[in-house]
């Protein structure tokens, strides 16, 4: 190692040897210091490279790449060469050459300013522990040591672990630890390097490493779709079935026709409880609903009906009481229903039962009442977002993450149930009295004869916050809510739709199957960066909602704040 270390030193020296003070090998050992803090910038940049295609799959062979990389990159290359640049100043000024050339050797001997002879500065006093722990007598120069052998490092350490947090971008930043770890224990392994050449050292190392930020940033984070990749669960292996071995016939038997099978006796079926992989199929099964104790089926004058809350394409929402259960509830009946449009309410009713999130409205009953089929639901007490921007002004960063992170949890239970929202929209959000939002009203169950169309002739979605692909007449996905999530959050944040107002629903259409670039987000947000990646008119290149709720809840616990609080405190109507 002591060849490679003087073969650094030599071309540090013919890059940079100035000839005035503090001296020629002085600036070399400088030079060989910013060398050396080559290494992590190289092992950030490999980590932004292997990340480009893994993204943030953190287990197994990717795991192991990374901490390799930081073993190798930030602590083994770094201190076997700083230990060989100082092994190398203490044999030249024992009287040997340390595998430098004869004429480099001579130049260690000359003198400069305060620092005397190169040779004896650099190899010829304690090393970094004797002069922090055994300081001389001079209580100025202890400070200066001091400093540079302690603050010079930490700085360091605060510039290696920006570079992890670059090279770890769109992902959680823990195995940044793979890379900063390593740079402690180099810090600690070279306390036998001698102090001067350490100083020295240190004085190259640092602005090499501040400005290696840029090539790894240059790399970028991986795409949205890579990440997408890497957040799915690995699909379980189903073992193979032992091969089983052909059965015994005896050989007087070979001849005998086989006699026929006996007739398959059928047996009633067996109750089982539907398993999560079930839950989407068994959402879209017309059929009846479970009800819990104490419901009817038959509505008979049960509920009392208050007010009216909503009225649209899909159906009236009432303010309703029950009279059994003495509880405010909502019913949502669907106008004329037809046998389609029953299914849909069927179908409504089984995804909203199995979904179990505090921000999720929950469904109750399905009933039939004297005007058609009716959905019984949670009433939420408060007001939609839509009228809570409208009337209270634009949400700050701080409360728009907490909306977007709650809901980008609900929607992410709902999609773990094969449920999709299709309709996310501020007036879909209702925040109650104590500023916390809930999501309602899931797009299945629609009326015909609106401007969005799909090919059985249902309208999916609103077109201010319809996602082009859906516009287009795609399917519907979870990508699809996802960036109807984001239109909803740039609202909230900026008081607009995230492409502006239209003069007719029609005209609003077009734009989002034209699939228009967004021109009233609120650029000045901290969200804004993620806002148009989630924009992106191309499914596959947007974050997923995991992606989004990491990425903001780590923005949150960054400045301080929890992601469960308030995000708008609404006093309530009187009624």
């Not at 305060?114 to 650099?122: D, M």
């Not at 509505?299 to 009906?305: E, Q, S, W």
């Not at 149930?417 to 916390?436: A, C, F, T, W, Y």
Request: hydrophobic residues 45%; aromatic residues 8%; contains cysteine.
């Amino acid at each position: 190692m002591e060849s490679i270390a003087s073969s650094l030193l030599s071309l540090a020296y013919q890059i940079f040897q100035p000839g005035f003070c503090p001296g020629d090998w002085v600036w070399a050992t400088s030079m060989a210091g910013a060398l050396i803090g080559l290494w992590p910038v190289f092992g950030a940049f490999a980590v932004a490279v292997v990340r480009k295609f893994t993204g943030n799959r953190y287990h197994g062979a990717s795991l192991i790449a990374i901490a390799a990389i930081g073993v190798i990159c930030v602590l083994v290359m770094p201190w076997l060469l700083a230990t060989g640049v100082s092994s190398i100043y203490r044999a030249v000024f024992a009287g040997g050459t340390g595998g430098l050339s004869p004429t480099e050797v001579a130049n260690l001997g000359q003198e400069y300013c305060f620092v005397g002879v190169q040779s004896e500065y650099l190899g010829g006093g304690q090393n970094i522990y004797e002069t922090l722990f055994y300081p001389s007598d001079s209580v100025l120069a202890y400070g200066y040591y001091l400093g540079a052998l302690v603050g010079l490092p930490i700085l360091t350490l605060l510039a290696v672990m920006l570079l992890g947090r670059v090279a770890l971008r769109r992902g959680p930043k823990w195995p940044g630890r793979l890379l900063w770890i390593p740079f402690v224990a180099f810090v600690l392994l070279s306390a036998g390097v001698e102090a001067n050449t350490a100083v020295h050292l240190w004085l190259g190392f640092l602005p090499a490493t501040i400005l290696g930020v840029i090539p790894v940033a240059l790399v970028g984070p991986p795409s949205w779709s890579v990440i997408q990749r890497s957040d799915r669960p690995p699909e379980p292996r189903r073992a193979p079935r032992p091969a089983q071995p052909p059965p015994y016939v005896p050989p007087a038997e070979e001849e005998k026709p086989a006699p026929p099978p006996p007739a398959a006796k059928e047996y009633p079926p067996t109750a089982v409880a539907p398993s999560q992989e079930a839950a989407g199929a068994l959402a879209a099964v017309p059929g009846p609903v479970p009800t819990p104790p104490g419901s009817a089926q038959a509505g008979g004058g049960r509920f009392k009906r208050i007010r009216r809350l909503g009225h649209g394409g899909f159906g009236t929402v009432w303010e309703a009481q029950d009279t059994q259960l003495g509880r405010t509830v909502a019913l949502k009946i669907a106008h004329a229903p037809d046998r389609d449009t029953e299914e849909r309410m069927q179908r409504e009713a089984r995804a909203l039962a199995m979904l179990n999130h505090p921000n999720c409205v929950r469904v109750y009953d399905l009933v039939e009442e004297p005007d058609g089929l009716a959905l019984v639901m949670e009433y939420l007490h408060g007001q939609s977002l839509a009228n809570a921007v409208d009337t209270g002004g634009p949400l700050d960063d701080v409360s728009a993450g907490r909306l977007w992170a709650t809901l980008a949890s609900a929607l992410s239970a709902a999609h773990a149930q094969g449920v999709l929202h299709r309709d996310m929209k501020p007036s879909n959000v209702i925040v109650d009295p104590e500023g916390l939002p809930h999501l309602i009203d899931f797009g299945i169950a629609r009326s015909k004869g609106d401007a969005k169309l799909t090919a059985t002739g249902m309208m999916i979605g609103t077109p201010d916050y319809t996602a082009p692909e859906t516009a287009a007449g795609q399917p519907a996905s979870p990508a699809s809510d996802a960036w109807q999530l984001a239109a909803t959050v740039s609202f909230a944040l900026s008081g607009y739709p995230p492409r502006g107002t239209r003069e007719t629903p029609m005209a609003a259409l077009m734009a989002a199957a034209r699939a228009e670039p967004p021109s009233r987000l609120p650029r000045q947000s901290v969200h804004a960066r993620l806002l148009m990646a989630s924009l992106d008119p191309q499914p596959r290149n947007r974050p997923t909602l995991a992606a989004v709720q990491r990425e903001v809840e780590g923005w949150l616990a960054r400045v301080g704040k929890s992601a469960d609080g308030p995000v708008a405190k609404v006093v309530p109507r009187l009624q």
